[in-house]
């Protein structure tokens, strides 16, 4: 088990260095490795005629927390890891700290996941204390951003996100990462980000921004600090940094915050992404318009041009062949734009995928399905961009199929 020290952990503050540059792209083996295990035909044959071709950096391709497969996400070295690999946007998931600082996490209360927080100090900051597993009960913890400063969150290490819920000590909670991710890249401790050095490290590496306004595990507003002031903050650090607005694409799984984009910052606003998470919604299927909260023409209407639903929601099956929901056809005839996520998030998929691959689990029996996947998000959907927990894999082919 990777142990995460004090020691370790106060290097952290050391001379951090957020400006990198990527000198070639380079997709290692991984995807050949799904092409070889692709059934035969004309998909296989195209993407192996790629093999040999020039990598180069893609928008279609969309770094997810970076590289968090097997890097320690919302890092600098996971995103320099996802633009080595042709990423051509990167993510920062946007939470606060007690003191109003934005910085990356991926949820404002994931601190007990991808930190050492539990094997520090701070952890008496946290808002649900370690408890140890204990019969059929779990082990369990919460801790916050806004419980401590930005100050304190940079003494933190990160760590693949993962927890042992049979853990009976906090440093044991610490471990859980999954078999098919890795603990190597956490040993040597990686750097954490604020949101604006996110800004400074992404151009540096020669790549675009799509920031997620995370939503708040605390009552808003938070010592005087409202949503709309939330949204703004977010905007005005792109404007600090001189980004123009074409180069940003904010995201948020709440509607009022693009829509408050849409009216308070136009030109951010136009590509304002509204993640779709109507899943959550009893009855919802995005093959039955009838069980929408919002139909594509009023999301639409509303001033929305992007949407990002996850993949399963873009996609069916037809004797067999994966082919456009519903949902999907809908969008692209409202002249919605599609984002989606996520590839590289499900494991070896030959039990089905899981969650990600529930729309086609039918025909999810090898890691071969992966291309054939993204192939019909691509071309019979008609995704903008697709995000991956290992952006190799969407870069090739994107650069494969000549998708900018």
């Given at each position: 088990m990777v142990r995460f020290s004090l020691i370790a952990a106060a290097t952290l503050a050391v001379a951090p260095v957020f400006a990198q540059s990527v000198d070639r792209v380079d997709y290692g083996p991984r995807p050949l490795y799904l092409i070889d295990r692709m059934a035969d035909g004309a998909l296989k044959d195209k993407l192996q005629s790629c093999a040999g071709q020039v990598a180069s950096q893609s928008l279609f391709s969309i770094g997810h927390r970076g590289a968090p497969m097997q890097f320690p996400e919302h890092t600098v070295e996971s995103n320099?890891?996802?633009?080595?690999?042709g990423a051509g946007i990167l993510e920062c998931d946007v939470t606060f700290t007690k003191d109003l600082e934005l910085v990356c996490r991926h949820a404002q209360n994931d601190l007990h996941t991808t930190t050492n927080i539990l094997a520090t100090p701070l952890a008496s900051t946290c808002a649900t204390p370690f408890t140890p597993a204990s019969g059929d009960d779990a082990a369990n913890a919460e801790c916050r951003t806004s419980e401590?400063?930005?100050?304190?969150?940079?003494?933190?290490?990160?760590k693949m996100d993962a927890a042992d819920k049979s853990a009976t000590t906090a440093e044991a909670y610490?471990?859980?990462?999954?078999?098919?991710?890795?603990d190597l890249y956490s040993v040597e401790?990686?750097?954490?980000?604020?949101?604006?050095e996110s800004i400074e490290l992404f151009k540096s590496l020669g790549a675009k921004f799509t920031p997620e306004l995370k939503s708040p595990s605390v009552e808003m507003p938070f010592n005087g600090f409202s949503q709309e002031d939330y949204a703004q903050k977010l905007v005005d650090e792109y404007k600090a940094a001189g980004i123009p607005a074409s180069d940003v694409w904010l995201q948020s799984f709440n509607l009022d915050d693009v829509l408050y984009?849409?009216?308070?910052?136009?030109?951010?606003g136009a590509q304002a992404v509204y993640l779709m998470d109507e899943y959550d919604i009893d009855g919802y299927s995005p093959m039955d318009p009838e069980t929408w909260p919002n139909t594509m023409e009023e999301l639409k209407a509303m001033g929305v041009n992007y949407i990002a639903p996850p993949v399963w929601m873009l996609v069916t099956l037809e004797n067999g062949?994966?082919?456009?929901?519903?949902l999907a056809k809908q969008a692209k005839a409202a002249d919605l734009k599609?984002?989606?996520?996520?590839?590289?998030?499900?494991?070896?998929l030959v039990n089905g995928g899981g969650w990600y691959y529930q729309s086609i689990a039918d025909v999810t029996t090898t890691d071969g399905v992966m291309y054939e996947y993204i192939d019909a998000l691509a071309q019979k959907v008609g995704v903008e961009g697709i995000f991956s927990d290992w952006p190799a894999t969407v870069t090739y082919y994107a650069n494969c199929m000549g998708l900018k």
């Open positions: 320099v890891a996802a633009a080595r690999m401590i400063t930005l100050d304190e969150y940079r003494t933190l290490t990160p610490l471990g859980g990462t999954a078999g098919w991710r890795t401790p990686a750097k954490l980000m604020t949101h604006a984009w849409i009216k308070a910052e136009p030109a951010f062949e994966i082919v456009a929901s519903e599609i984002i989606t996520w996520t590839i590289e998030r499900s494991g070896p």
